[in-house]
């Protein structure tokens, strides 16, 4: 019999560039590298909710939550500090349980190498052994590349939030997708 392989494995992979990052779970001695991650990805003011987490602490607290059962962050790592991560949480009802939400963000520099298929087929790859039944994630209308990439994967529009985020001055709709898992 075929063994199914770990979805929490840590994997070096090479980008169509010919960089190589290592996938793994995150680990709370990352904190300070996730936390910058996400900084300098919300303080691009474009792609993401988040604008900057407030202090370690906090970050700290985030990572707590991931306990690779209900909820996982994958980082991708260079030498050490981390370049990009995909998390998702389970829902907390039991009506909304079978459902993951997903979030994903890379660092630029490290964007259009393939790796955000790679951190998302991760993501989907551990909800399947999970026995998740849906994937879902919101995505602003202005960001037509992850749209493709999530299109690509599977995911099909759900709903839209009109107006819903502020980007600069302008009032932008967000994307609810959605992808079935289950039978
Ligand atoms: C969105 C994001 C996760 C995509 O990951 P990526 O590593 O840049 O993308 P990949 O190289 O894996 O490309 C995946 C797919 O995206 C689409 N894509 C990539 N670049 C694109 C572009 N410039 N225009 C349109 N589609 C594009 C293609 O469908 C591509 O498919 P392919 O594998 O056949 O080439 C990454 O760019 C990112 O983190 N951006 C900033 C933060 C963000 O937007 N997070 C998502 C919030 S919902």
Redesign the pocket.
């Known amino acids: 019999m075929r063994r199914m392989a770990d979805p929490l494995r840590a994997e070096e992979i090479t980008l169509?560039d010919g960089r190589k990052v290592v996938l793994r779970p995150a680990r709370m001695e990352d904190a300070e590298s996730t936390m910058r991650n996400v900084n300098r990805?919300g303080r691009e003011g474009i792609?993401?909710m988040v604008e900057e987490v407030p202090d370690l602490e906090s970050e700290r607290r985030w990572l707590e939550e991931f306990d690779g059962v209900r909820n996982v962050l994958i980082v991708a790592v260079d030498r050490g500090e981390v370049i990009?991560a995909a998390d998702c949480h389970a829902g907390a009802f039991p009506k909304d349980r079978h459902v993951g939400g997903i979030?994903?963000?890379?660092q630029d520099g490290?964007?259009?190498?393939?790796?955000?298929?790679?951190?998302m087929e991760r993501i989907l790859e551990w909800m399947r052994a999970r026995g998740f039944a849906k994937a879902e994630?919101?995505?602003?209308a202005t960001?037509?590349?992850?749209r493709?990439?999530y299109e690509?994967l599977g995911f099909g529009e759900e709903g839209v939030r009109r107006r819903h985020v502020r980007i600069g001055d302008d009032y932008v709709d967000e994307n609810l997708m959605g992808l079935w898992l289950g039978p």
């Open positions: 169509r990805i792609y993401i990009g979030g994903i963000a890379i490290w964007r259009e190498a393939g790796l955000g298929r790679r951190l994630l919101a995505v602003f960001n037509v590349r992850a493709r990439l690509s």
